[in-house]
């Protein structure tokens, strides 16, 4: 049996883009015992996957954290890996290759110099992320592709008691890349098409984006905050209960759409679709250089587009968006 680790350190959508190369390396080394290094946030999830013997969690010492690189460096070596999958691909993940003793480095595949895998594909960086993790594993002789799975991942959501018919919004995003976020007041006019229509909107995120759902909700009160409620399990469970969900190039929307909720995904010049929009069964992605200029009547023709347009098997609650109707003219 060999050891096998996969590193993978990025944000929920990185995360969430390697379900699928994740799943690939599991089936490829079906016999052997496979470890995650990856980021506290996502480590006691992941553990729950089917992919993962066991999950390793890496503090990202800052450079300077001496102590910091000798723990990451023990725990490193302690694991005696035959060979390390690089999904991470950063100039930070590749100088861990050469925290192992240069003896017994284990087989590597990503860009770090020097190793035995190497992804030699001169256009790997204008590749989608999922498509670029995929480019590097066949290069290592992982050859089969999988579709992301959230299957595993669930929980009750009895807690909220929600309403029959449910949109989720993801009004959020990084808050240093505010571009990146489609305007409050758009999402309180498509709050409200979706209420005359009997769907009640879920806003998701974080407790430092509850400011936003409140602004939402002052607009059109019959909205429904979740801000700092949800976990990862529950946000599986609600991307499958709902009709639809609209959402910035945030770490949910990946989550949701990968769930198979039918999704809009809204990208301004800060983010490029082409290279990291979400995939899943049913996604429609609308991009505007600035996302001021977009309004919620794109927003609601995409979505009728969706509705119009089913993925196989889909719940019939997807016929609902086919319907809306714009909202009024401010």
Not at 99 to 112: C, K, M, N, V
Not at 222 to 247: F, H, M, W
Not at 291 to 296: E, G, I, N
Not at 307 to 317: E, I
Request: with cysteine; net charge neutral; proline share 7%.
């Amino acid at each position: 049996m060999s050891r096998i680790l996969v590193v993978k350190l990025g944000a929920l959508g990185n995360i969430i883009l390697s379900l699928g190369p994740f799943a690939a390396i599991r089936h490829h080394h079906g016999a052997d015992h496979v470890s995650l290094l990856t980021t506290r946030p996502w480590a006691e999830w992941l553990s729950q996957s089917p992919y993962f013997d066991e999950v390793l969690i890496d503090e990202r010492a800052e450079w300077w954290d001496l102590r910091g690189w000798l723990r990451l460096r023990r725990l490193l070596i302690a694991g005696q890996f035959d060979r390390v999958y690089d999904l991470q691909t950063s100039a930070r993940s590749s100088r861990y290759l050469h925290l192992f003793p240069h003896r017994t480095r284990p087989e590597w595949s990503g860009i770090a110099h020097g190793c035995s895998h190497p992804d030699r594909n001169p256009d790997r960086n204008r590749l989608h992320d999922i498509d670029r993790q995929y480019d590097q594993l066949r290069a290592a002789g992982v050859t089969e592709i999988f579709p992301a799975d959230l299957s595993w991942t669930g929980a009750d959501l009895t807690r909220f008691a929600l309403p029959d018919r449910i949109a989720l919004l993801a009004p959020g995003g990084s808050a240093h890349r505010l571009a990146k976020r489609w305007p409050t007041r758009r999402y309180a006019e498509l709050a409200g098409a979706l209420l005359i229509q009997s769907i009640t909107p879920v806003i998701l995120g974080t407790g430092e984006e509850s400011a936003l759902a409140r602004d939402i909700r002052g607009a059109v009160p019959g909205t429904i905050d979740l801000t700092n409620r949800t976990s990862l399990p529950e946000l599986a469970s609600l991307a499958r209960v709902a009709c639809l969900a609209v959402g910035n190039d945030t770490g949910p929307m990946h989550l949701i759409a990968a769930a198979g909720c039918p999704s809009v995904v809204l990208f301004s010049r800060d983010s490029d679709p082409a290279l990291t929009a979400p995939r899943g069964r049913s996604v429609s992605v609308l991009r505007q250089p600035d996302l001021a200029d977009l309004d919620s009547s794109s927003v609601l023709a995409a979505l009728t587009a969706l509705g119009a347009h089913p993925a196989p098997g889909t719940s019939s609650t997807l016929a609902a968006p086919a319907t809306l109707a714009a909202p009024p003219a401010a």
